[in-house]
């Protein structure tokens, strides 16, 4: 079966035999930009770069590698034009949230990378800098060696190492190391518990609200300036559980629905309006039994992503 060519002549979709690395690629270019959109056009104008140099004549003889480098450089020169537009970002910034499809594993589902694609973590590394960004994520979530990072880079190893030093600093002065990356058995805990805190929410049932709750819980909420979210996070599980019921019950009134989901390897919901769209995200950073932090997306141009209403998302049932 032949495909069709681009403007300029050459195959604008991945060859087969690196299609198998978008996975990875996507959660590299993800985890860089903290938009889904962007890391997908990232990854597919890295897919061009190699079908480009293919048909110039270059011999690639390592397409992972090259792959990698090309996600990882776009990824750093998007950053430099994205944190100019994030200094005038309208109240809190949180990525795009990545919703796993139903029996489908995408990226945020993998065990390995859960932790280093919650929203949480994603949020912190927004305090480095793109070149500091790119080598924490390379060597710490991806596990490539120093020379390799250094190759993706274009940095020496030295300076990698040193880079390294100063990222690990400044993500550990503002985190807190509880459980880490869910196991199978945390995971299971937290998709229960998703379920009784929905429930509890839109019951407006407050005493099961506080015992889900770590006392210093943490809502934050992400508008963007274009549909209402709280100017800034709100701390204590007494505030934060008025908060939820009194937001849920509104959302109710207007006949959105609520569907738990995984967002960002996470347990979380998504809720739809009465039209089907994407109204809300919701992730709950499950630790040590009881919900940590709560992260919520109602910016609309942070869900067109998600299309509308549909079983994408939705945790398995019992």
């Not at 300029?8 to 996507?26: H, I, K, N, S």
């Amino acid at each position: 079966m032949s495909r069709g060519t681009g403007a300029d002549g050459t195959d604008p979709l991945p060859l087969a035999e690196v299609a198998g690395y978008r996975p990875l690629l996507f959660s590299i270019a993800y985890g860089m930009t903290g938009s889904v959109g962007d890391a997908e056009d990232i990854v597919q104008d890295a897919f061009l770069g190699l079908t480009r140099a293919r048909n110039a004549g270059t011999v690639i003889t390592d397409p992972k590698a090259y792959l990698t480098t090309a996600v990882t450089r776009l990824g750093i020169d998007h950053l430099r034009s994205a944190r100019v537009r994030r200094e005038t970002y309208v109240g809190e910034w949180l990525p795009e949230p990545v919703v796993a499809h139903s029996g489908e594993p995408g990226p945020a589902e993998h065990a390995e990378l859960a932790d280093s694609l919650s929203m949480a973590f994603l949020v912190l590394l927004e305090s480095l800098s793109p070149v500091e960004r790119a080598v924490l994520m390379l060597r710490e979530v991806f596990g490539y060696g120093y020379q390799d990072v250094a190759r993706i880079t274009g940095k020496t190893e030295v300076n990698c190492r040193q880079i390294l030093t100063r990222a690990r600093q400044r993500v550990a002065a503002g985190r807190q190391s509880r459980d880490g990356v869910p196991t199978q058995a945390r995971r299971a805990e937290g998709e229960e518990l998703a379920r009784r805190f929905f429930d509890a929410a839109g019951g407006g049932d407050l005493d099961a609200l506080l015992g889900m709750l770590a006392p210093d819980v943490v809502l934050h909420g992400d508008g963007g300036g274009k549909a209402q979210a709280m100017a800034r996070p709100a701390a204590g599980a007494p505030r934060v559980v008025k908060m939820l019921v009194a937001g849920l019950r509104r959302v109710r009134a207007l006949g959105v629905t609520v569907r738990t989901a995984w967002v960002n390897g996470r347990p979380g919901a998504i809720m739809y309006d009465a039209e089907g769209r994407v109204a809300a995200v919701v992730e709950l950073d499950v630790a040590d039994g009881v919900i940590q932090a709560i992260h919520s997306v109602v910016n609309p141009d942070k869900l067109a992503h998600l299309g509308p209403v549909s079983d994408v998302g939705r945790l398995p049932k019992k």
